[in-house]
């Protein structure tokens, strides 16, 4: 029951850490978005930013599914 509950947290946990991320990719995504629309080159801060977070999404979402199957499994 313990491991259950464990898996359960860090799903949840996980969960919370991408939507914190989400926006804050959000924000150098907008400003990636601005400079695309007024047709300037962007700051290279926010696509920086955006790469990192974008990374960090993915390798979260990656343990959130390997979580999520081991405690289907269980």
Do not use: C, H, W
């Not at 969960?15 to 700051?43: C, F, G, H, V, Y």
């Not at 990192?52 to 959130?64: G, S």
């Amino acid at each position: 029951m313990s491991k259950k509950g464990d898996l359960k947290r860090a799903i949840s946990d996980l969960e919370k850490e991408i939507d914190a991320l989400e926006k804050k990719r959000a924000r150098s995504q907008s400003a990636l978005m601005t400079a695309m629309l007024s047709k300037t080159e962007p700051n290279p801060d926010d696509v920086e930013y955006f790469r990192v977070f974008t990374a960090l999404i993915d390798a979260d979402r990656e343990k959130l599914r390997v979580l999520s199957e081991e405690l289907k499994n269980l």
